[in-house]
């Protein structure tokens, strides 16, 4: 996927790969809890749910990648 992509040239700039984990999950938790706000349309709601699914997934990938 294009975000397990992203995610190894973020590391090969030389950002250790603790401080990019934690930015995208920062990122994913302040999609969801801005979701929860009753002011927030359907299709915000179901694209912070989609990111962090992608998230979740990309991990995974990371996990099984015999590289990693």
């Given at each position: ?24 999950l ?37 996990l ?5």
């Open positions: 996927p294009g975000g397990y992509n992203a995610y190894k040239q973020t590391q090969q700039k030389g950002e250790d790969y603790r401080v990019t984990e934690a930015k995208a920062l990122r994913c938790a302040s999609l969801l809890e801005e979701a929860k706000s009753p002011d927030v349309g359907y299709m915000d709601y179901a694209e912070a749910v989609r990111h962090n699914q992608s998230l979740w997934t990309l991990f995974q990938a990371a099984v990648d015999a590289d990693n």
